[in-house]
Each structure stands twice: as structure tokens, then as C-alpha cells.
């Protein structure tokens, strides 16, 4: 078993699926990796030659590549070299993630959700028992809370300098 290596790149190319007839899924992709390095006569970086690989996964990790990769994604692979031929390293990957050097990533777990569109509203004015009971008794379903009718007739806060301007349409 050959020791475990870490690489970076952008994915060149389309990724490629294939189920094998036991019912294994493989994908496989060409990664391009361009080291960088500092040239100390002209205090610039510069790119180095490319490092081109061959990048074959399995099973889960397999489908979810294919799911997630385009032509262009930046990825860290940590992987088995497995052969050099056609000027390329072959890769058996056993993990990938998205650099995030150049680009946000949002993972299932991280995606807003249907209740974080929810406005978020201060709290209510703590008020004294007697105001809160003779609300409550004559507040109907439907109609609007308490703190809604305060804030009405007594007036909108002015906005601050660090509030956004008005939006206007077809101005």
C-alpha cells in the first residue's frame, strides 16, 4: 500500500461516472496543479510548471464528486499515488474538499432555511401587569399585538446614518 499524499488543483475537464457490474460506482477527473514560487530577483510569484493528475474515486465519495464538481473547482485531495504514465500521477482518492481560497462554499447543513427568512424582532417593552391584562382582554384574534399599536401611535424610530437608503423603483 503506497503512503498517503496531499494535493491541490482546479479540476480540468468534465467529471466522469461509471458503475462497474458489481454495482460499484467510480468516477474519475483531471486535476491541474501550478505551484507557485516566489522569484527573489524580480520580488514577484511566479507559476511553475504544471502538475497534471489522474484522480479516480469510489462509492459514496464517488457520486458525491460527480454531484459537486464542475470544470474549474479548486479542491484538496488527499489520496494514494497509484502510477505515473501519460506525464500524469494517478490518484486513488480517499477524501476531497473545496479550497475556499478563491470562493464561498455552502454545505447542506449550512443552507438558510424556510424559517431564517423570518425577520428577527426586538423584544417586546416589559409593561405593567395591569396594561398587559387589560390588552390581552380586549385584543381579538387576528388584530395586531400590543407593542404594534404602541410603536404606531407614537412613531417610527428615525432612520440612522448607518441604515441603507430608501429603495427606489423606477426613479
Not at 496543479?33 to 514577484?44: A, E, F, I, K, M
Request: glycine letters at 10%; one cysteine or more.
Amino acid at each position: 500500500m503506497s503512503p498517503t499524499t496531499h494535493v491541490s488543483g482546479t479540476i480540468t475537464g468534465e467529471v466522469e461516472i461509471r458503475f462497474t457490474d458489481s454495482g460499484h460506482t467510480i468516477c474519475r477527473f483531471r486535476l491541474t496543479d501550478v505551484p507557485r514560487q516566489w522569484n527573489s530577483t524580480t520580488q514577484q510569484w511566479q507559476d511553475g510548471t504544471p502538475i497534471l493528475y489522474v484522480c479516480t474515486a469510489w462509492g459514496d465519495l464517488a457520486r458525491n464528486v460527480t454531484e459537486s464538481l464542475i470544470d474549474g473547482s479548486s479542491v484538496l485531495i488527499r489520496g494514494r499515488i497509484t502510477g505515473i504514465k501519460d506525464d500524469a500521477i494517478w490518484l486513488s482518492v480517499d477524501d476531497l474538499g473545496l479550497s475556499l481560497r478563491e470562493r464561498i462554499a455552502y454545505t447542506e447543513a449550512g443552507l438558510p432555511g424556510p424559517g431564517s427568512a423570518a425577520p428577527v424582532n426586538p423584544p417586546a417593552t416589559p409593561q405593567p401587569a395591569e396594561q398587559q391584562t387589560a390588552r390581552a382582554a380586549t385584543r381579538k384574534p387576528g388584530s395586531p399585538p400590543g407593542w404594534w399599536d404602541d410603536r404606531r401611535t407614537s412613531g417610527w424610530d428615525a432612520p440612522t446614518a448607518t441604515s441603507a437608503a430608501p429603495l427606489r423603483v423606477g426613479a
